[in-house]
């Protein structure tokens, strides 16, 4: 079949996935397969969560138990980084290897275990070792669980179904801390061993990946899992067909070695993922976390698992709205208009510190306020949606290997923030600190103005062909021009507003 043929079927394609998204009918009766397995692989995003927040509420009590200094118990809490990191770097081979499924399938195992030595752990070595697994089993999870939604979802659905990635997250570290309150240390890691061994259980039960399957080769079980995934009566034949050909294609070029993730459309693709994930960490959540329970106590909160529960709780909130319009408004408008409200609540957090440490009056509600709107712009923006597009921008043969690589550099730069974090404070002290990540938010924002292009609308195979330089991709009312429109214009307005209003009364 020659080149004009594939773009004849290629558009064939394009037409009869809008004439799906126009009818609310199929829409609708399209919705509920790719629903509940997203949500059952989302399992795997709620165990990341729940293993990153393990240690917030009960260290001390782990500390006092074993007798630990300090030191170790501080260690304890950022190895998990150090796992995370390793199972990045293996998951981009295993996922390729094994497919999607089973990557879930190890993940929940070494999980299991992670939590289960933790559990029984009556020395420092075991509670290392348990941490180890459980970051290995996250730093999996946290590429795979974003890759296997995308390739299951329908173009129209794919991007609250990806975002429900993060609702997870966020859900796995609320219902840590909700748990951690009222258990003790031991009881919680227990707890923690449900999530991964449901997800165990389940994973043998999901469909594996059409689009790993043809790349595999086996074709009559990508049309199995395909019509799996979609409405007893939909003709999947078009869409079977758009992957044969970016399969093909793939094929043809030699472009499934990890040096291929450096070059042409992959290596764009690359800059855009590599980049949205320096963004998201660098643009201050960490610090903002810290200080929140610093920022909640001067507002009359005492119990500091308190204040972790309404960050944790804000962070689903918002993220599940994320979720549900995410699809209708688009990735770029969200992230710059969750990018321009960070821009404020940084400002204004700054100056709530500058006005302290200069012996003024800073009412704690400027900052309380600042803390959760910086905490809600974050959820609607750069929490899900950079690793939503990691999973949307590359063809089959390197999606594995590059979300590895975009994962590995996100859980580098968390462990580098995190543990720079106190010598970055005295160099710029604590106003400097957010006024700095107020500049990376800022940038951030104009990044995605000028060259992130949206992927609201298209195929897989789309988005791979527009970074091939294929500019007749897709919906070209979605090729990334444009300034956002009304939601960007109504975040600017509402900034400046809320700037004024704090400035006003700061200065009574």
Known sequence: ??????????????????????????????????????????????????????????????MTDLNLPSTQNALFGSLVNVGCMAGAMAGGVVVDLIGRTYTLTLSSVLSVAGFLLISFANAFPMLICGRILGGIAVGFASLTVPVYISEIAPAHLRGGLGSVNQLAVTLGILVCYGIGMNVDWRQLAWIGAIIPGTLFVVSFFLPKSPRWLMQKQRTQQAQNALRRLRSADSDISLEIR???????????????????????????????????????????????????????????????????????????????????????????????????????????????????????DAPSTMALVSVILYISCFSLGLGAIPWLMMAELFSPSVRGKAASFATLLNWSCSFLVTETFGKMKEALTEEGVFWFYGCVCAAGTIYVLTLVPETKGRSLEDIVRFFQGDKTAGNQSVDGAGTGGSLVQLASLLAVLYIGVLLFVTSI
């Open 242 to 360: 758009q992957i044969q050909i970016a399969v093909a294609q793939d094929a043809a070029t030699g472009t499934a070695g990890f040096g291929s993730l450096f070059t042409g459309g992959a290596g764009r693709a690359l800059v855009v993922a590599v980049i949205l994930m320096l963004f998201q960490q660098f643009s201050g959540v960490n610090s903002v976390v810290f200080y929140s329970g610093e920022i909640f106590a001067d507002a009359g909160f005492e119990n500091a698992n308190a204040a972790a529960l309404i960050v944790s709780g804000v962070q689903v909130i918002v993220t599940g709205i994320s979720c549900l319009i995410v699809d209708k408004a688009g990735r770029r408008s969200l992230l710059m208009a969750a990018g321009i409200g960070m821009v404020a609540s940084c400002a204004m957090l700054g100056y709530f510190f500058w006005l302290s440490n200069s012996h003024y």
């Open 1 to 62: 079949m020659d080149s004009m043929d594939d773009r004849s079927l290629l558009l064939q394609a394009d037409e009869g996935k809008r004439r799906v998204e126009s009818g609310s009918g199929e829409v609708g009766k399209g919705l509920a397969s790719p629903l509940i397995y997203s949500l059952l692989a989302a399992l795997g995003a709620l165990m990341f969560g729940y293993t990153l927040g393990y240690t917030s509420p009960v260290k001390d009590a782990i």
